[in-house]
């Protein structure tokens, strides 16, 4: 592969506006890429301080610091914000970033629309966290927000309506977005067989959140009729079923999670290959595995209701899907360590968060096919065992990713190298805190403590403390890896523009940093 | 090498069996599932330990062979990268192999799932019923029903910042005031629904959960081997006070259960005759005290000053100072459209008397009523006239439907 970089005297007035007007006006995809990003960065201590909330009311039994109502608030918000506000934006920052990049595109397809998905977030998120600052307190009712228990809550409902449609509008734009540019914007030769495994996974999960988003909205909008407009969807006085609002929300909700996973899987098969020097194994089945995970999670959203009280088939038929998702999920694993196996591989930060997401994503997973066998699922249903399950695979999981990828192309964006040894000791520090917080909630859960409460018994009081220590360790570790970023952007050992020995892609033909314009004429893809 | 990369996973694969095994022996109650008492229940833990192994030894298989690589194909080490990136072959074995483990594990799974659904051939039948935040139980062959919520005293103590040790619980948060009572070697069914939000009623030593939702009644049985105590907890989010509504089962022998039935329709008698009767301002308040205690205080709190913004107080309201029959509607009925709930059926006549009196003497408040029991019956008499005139507006919807 190679770049042809042509110059043009007539582009000057392409260079970014000066000052706070650059940020607001930006069509470019690397500023916005930059916003994303760094809008999810702060979200994740917002997100982070209210679990610490949480873990240090359970630090030991009993209720010291909190009111149970505002500790159901924070559980509730913080599943909200580590979602919408922290994952899906870093995963939409980084395809910003990389997508066009990685085709040989000069940008999104669709530049003013991607702008204006971007400046919805910040918006939609003040609303939403405004809520915790009225009278009748943030929302309470668990981020799945089951009725009828959410239609208790106060006005400030209305709010987080509002604030879901508005994140809900943000997600579809910017999946459109992603969708119209891999389609429209591929440099010639490169076709999709050959595009790196991060843009087919974003492709995938970009046709998950068109599809299943506006199932979301047309839940919560059904919420919010109940609530205020005498409609009886979900109430059975009125003839309606809360059970339906779980079938609905569950249709968009297991999706959902393969959204807050796919792109992280798409992470890892580009960082393995570059560190271990050797190419993928098995790209197509990779392709395939993805495209199976993303139909199958279509068709196992009831594994999340098995107490309440289906019909046996039902059972019997969510259970056998939820087991083959299992399947696609192991030949990824699979393929991962066929990678690196007779690689010659070296561990710099990224490669260590990359295999460090491999291990403990498969300890998530594993613990997902337990959760799949449906007799003991109802006894693991709604306590610390999921809890941990959905921790494993989302923190250590999706989080690792996107700090491997972080770490990865830091080098790419500012054109320094991070400080490596931080890097190692960030590695190092989160991956034994995140296992001190999340190990022991398999345990207390299985020996039955139940999930979203403030207060316990005192048998759980010695992993919960354990646990306590973990989050309080595994936060302030995330202050390194600000520190990081803030040391690269600010300079450093300048970057080459391959950066990593082994690494293979567009992306890495061009310039480090990045300019701020890139294939402004389409590469030659062999 | 290949040799003793078979070593290394036989090694690994044995520690993974063995030290669970060991941890799980010797901390049995806080870090894993309970064998429980029923025979659904050892199914479903040997389920639990099955599919708990095969995970094992499948993590362990793909970390010894991923940690063997890590060490020695580094770069360090000198290795040199191999060119291969693809096998068709190995992809159908690594996808027709967990195919096939898990067809394996789907087989007995289903087996008990069918076991768990049939709730055919039982011999008695709990209605139970969940409130925010306690439980109703209703035995319907024997017209037996009461409450259950939290210990008075574990109440007091989970208070914030209430000072109170609670290492001296030796239960804490898993005691109630009425345990639900059942006798052993019966095949019992329960009836699950709620009155107002999802709730699910959780006993893990009979592996029994199930969601209670308003307006639906679901279905669970279980048959208890040994006679004992056995804890819950309510698993389903169901607002303020959800990690406070434990449920507490005492399994009895038949002569025993038999006893208990005896006794508590000795009580029945005993609670009917004292609605008949007049009682003290002294008594009615003293009484009407215990009943703020277990289904007030939550919400509008230890001095009835309420939560500012959420619960409003009793001291000095209007409710509490004015009309005695605003007051009735308002315990009654409950308010609609906030968490305040209609108590008509959940206390009966002598309670609601004596509840009512002691807020309208409490907290400050001085109006110096007394309600009987006779007051609060002549209250829903009156109503029940008032409806019939009416076009019939009821509040209180029946359980109508099944799923």
């Not at chain 1, 067989?193 to 199932?215: E, G, N, S």
């Not at chain 2, 029903?145 to 000072?163: I, K, M, P, T």
């Not at chain 2, 009925?333 to 709930?341: E, I, L, N, W, Y």
Request: glycine content about 8%; hydrophobic content about 50%; some cysteine.
């Amino acid at each position: 592969m190679s770049t042809a970089e042509a110059h043009h005297d007539d582009h000057d007035h392409h260079g970014p506006a000066p000052g706070f007007k650059r940020w607001l006006y930006t069509t470019n995809h690397k500023d916005i890429g930059t916003m994303y990003l760094l809008f999810s960065l702060i979200m994740f201590f917002v997100g982070g301080a209210m679990a610490l909330v949480i873990r240090a009311e359970l630090w030991t039994p009993g209720l010291q610091i909190v009111d149970p109502m505002f500790f159901n608030s924070m559980t509730t918000m913080h599943a909200i914000v580590m979602i919408f506000g922290v994952v899906m934006p870093a995963f939409v920052g980084l395809a910003n970033w990389m997508i066009p990049m990685m085709l040989g595109a000069p940008d999104m397809a669709l530049p003013r629309l991607n702008n204006w998905s971007f400046w919805i977030m910040p918006f939609a998120f003040t609303v939403m966290l405004s809520t915790l600052f009225m009278d009748s307190g943030g929302p309470a009712g668990g981020w799945t927000m089951y009725p009828p228990l959410t239609l208790q809550m106060g006005d400030s409902f209305a709010f987080v309506v509002f604030a879901i449609h508005f994140l809900g509008i943000s997600s579809v734009m910017g999946s459109i977005n992603i969708v119209a540019t891999i389609f429209n914007m591929r440099a010639p030769g490169m076709t999709m067989m050959k595009m790196p495994l991060f843009v087919w996974t974003w492709l995938i999960t970009a046709y998950l959140l068109i599809a299943t988003i506006p199932v979301f909205a047309g839940a919560v909008t059904m919420l919010l009729t109940d609530r205020y407009f005498g409609t009886s969807f979900f109430s059975a006085a009125g003839g309606g079923d809360p059970v339906m609002y779980q079938h609905i929300f569950w249709f968009f909700g297991h999706p959902e999670v393969y959204i807050l996973i796919l792109p992280a899987f798409g992470i890892i098969s580009s960082i393995i290959p570059t560190f271990a020097r050797k190419p993928l194994f098995g790209y197509d089945s990779m392709v395939y595995a993805t495209a199976s995970i993303a139909f199958l999670s279509f068709i196992v959203w009831a594994h999340h209701m098995f107490t309440t009280g289906m019909p046996l088939a039902a059972e019997l038929f969510f259970m056998f899907s939820t087991m083959m998702i299992s399947v696609p999920t192991g030949v990824k694993v699979f393929n991962w360590v066929a990678t690196m196996w007779r690689g010659s591989m070296t561990f710099e930060t990224p490669m260590l968060f990359a295999v460090g997401f491999v291990v403990m994503f498969t300890i998530g997973g594993l613990s997902g096919l337990m959760l799949a066998i449906t007799p003991a699922d109802i006894q693991y249903h709604d306590t610390y065992f999921v809890v941990a399950h959905f921790h494993y695979v989302l923190v250590p999981g999706a989080i690792f990713s996107l700090m491997a990828a972080t770490y990865y192309w830091m080098p790419k964006w500012t054109g320094n190298m991070y400080d490596e040894k931080l890097g190692k000791i960030h590695f190092w520090v989160s991956t034994i805190f995140v296992n001190l917080l999340f190990f022991p909630m398999h345990f207390v859960g299985l020996a039955g403590m139940p999930r979203r409460i403030p207060d316990y018994s005192l048998q759980f009081a010695d992993w919960n403390a354990i646990a306590s220590i973990g989050a309080f360790g595994f936060g302030f570790a995330q202050l390194i890896f600000v520190w990081v970023i803030i040391k690269c952007y600010r300079g450093g050992e300048k970057a080459t523009d391959q950066v990593w020995e082994g690494a293979d892609g567009l992306e890495w033909t061009v310039a480090s940093p990045a300019p701020y314009h890139t294939f402004e004429t389409a590469p030659e893809i062999k | 090498m290949r040799r003793s990369l078979l070593r290394a996973v036989m090694a690994v694969v044995a520690c993974s069996l063995v030290l669970p095994s060991l941890a799980l022996a010797g901390y049995g109650d806080t870090i894993d599932m309970t064998t429980g008492v029923t025979e659904i229940s050892r199914s479903v833990h040997s389920l639990h330990r099955t599919i708990f192994y095969i995970c094992c030894i499948i993590g362990a298989g793909v970390f010894a062979v991923m940690f063997y690589s890590i060490f020695a194909h580094r770069k360090s080490r000198g290795a040199k990268p191999a060119t291969f990136h693809e096998s068709t072959t190995v992809e159908i074995i690594w996808t027709i192999v967990p195919f096939a483990i898990l067809i394996g594990m789907a087989w007995p799974a289903a087996k008990v799932l069918i076991k768990m659904e049939d709730f055919s051939g039982s011999e008695m039948t709990v209605k139970i019923t969940g409130y925010q935040w306690r439980w109703h139980y209703d035995y319907l062959d024997e017209d037996i029903q009461f409450y259950s919520q939290l210990d008075a005293a574990h109440n007091a103590a989970r208070q914030r910042d209430s000072g109170v040790e609670l290492e001296q619980f030796e239960h804490y948060l898993k005691e109630v005031d009425n345990a639900l009572v059942l006798p052993v070697g019966k095949k019992i069914r329960f009836l699950h629904t709620a009155a107002d939000v999802i709730h699910a009623w959780w006993v893990p030593a009979l592996a029994v959960k199930k969601d209670a939702i308003p307006g639906f009644i679901n279905e669970n049985w279980a048959k208890i081997d040994e006679p004992g105590i056995y804890r819950g907890k309510c698993a389903e989010l169901c607002g303020r006070d959800h990690g406070f509504m434990p449920v507490v089962v005492r399994a009895l022998p038949q002569d025993e259960y038999d006893a208990w039935v005896a006794d508590k329709k000795a009580e029945a008698t005993t609670a009917k005759l004292d609605a008949q009767r007049e009682w003290s301002h002294k008594e009615l308040v003293a009484t009407g005290e215990g009943v703020y205690q277990r289904n007030c205080v939550g919400c509008h709190q230890a001095e009835g000053q309420g939560i500012p913004g959420m619960f409003p107080a009793i001291a000095g309201s209007d409710v509490a100072n004015g009309s005695l029959e605003k007051h009735l509607e308002t315990v009654l009925h409950g308010v609609g459209d906030s968490p305040m709930q209609a108590y008509s059926t959940r206390l009966n006549d002598s309670e609601l008397a004596a509840v009512i009196t002691f807020q309208r003497n409490a907290f400050g408040n001085t109006t110096g009523d007394t309600i009987q029991p006779s007051d609060v019956r002549s209250y829903r008499n009156g109503q029940m006239q008032s409806l019939a005139t009416d076009t019939g507006y009821f509040s209180n919807f029946n359980v109508t439907g099944a799923n």
